[in-house]
C-alpha cells in the first residue's frame, strides 16, 4: 500500500507557474511510476505525466508539453510537478498516481494508488 498526498495548488494569473507535489509513504520501498492526473469540472479525468521509478523515463500529454515538467526526488518519496506558462484551460484538480512497473500506461485505470488531489485555478 501506498498513500500519496499533494500539496502546491492554487490560484495564479494566467501566464504564472506553480510547483506540485505529491509526497509517497507507506511501502515505499517498491519501485513506483508515478504520474499526475487533471480533472476539470464535468470533464474526464485526463493524462498529464508520468514518470519511471529512476526518474530516467517520462511521457507527457501533448498539451502540456514545453511547459509542464514532472520530476522526483526518491529520498524524499516525492514526485513534482512544475507548471510554467498557465492558461485558464489549466485550471482542475491535480492528482497524483501510483502503479507498479512500467511509467508508459496514460489511463487512469493503469494506476493502484492515488491522492485526494489539489485544486489549480487559473484565472484570464
Known amino acids: 500500500q501506498v498513500q500519496l498526498v499533494e500539496s502546491g495548488g492554487g490560484l495564479v494569473q494566467a501566464g504564472g507557474s506553480l510547483r506540485l507535489s505529491c509526497a509517497a509513504s507507506?511501502?515505499?520501498?517498491?519501485?513506483?511510476?508515478l504520474g499526475w492526473f487533471r480533472q476539470a469540472p464535468s470533464a474526464e479525468r485526463e493524462f498529464v505525466a508520468s514518470i519511471s521509478w529512476s526518474g530516467e523515463s517520462t511521457h507527457s500529454t501533448d498539451s502540456v508539453k514545453g511547459r509542464f515538467t514532472i520530476s522526483r526526488d526518491n529520498a524524499k518519496n516525492t514526485v513534482y510537478l512544475q507548471i510554467n506558462s498557465l492558461k485558464p484551460e489549466d485550471t482542475a484538480v491535480y492528482s497524483c498516481a501510483a502503479r507498479r512497473g512500467s511509467a508508459y500506461y496514460t489511463v487512469p485505470d493503469a494506476y493502484s494508488y492515488w491522492g485526494q488531489g489539489t485544486q489549480v485555478t487559473v484565472s484570464s
Open positions: 507507506g511501502r515505499t520501498e517498491r519501485r513506483y511510476a
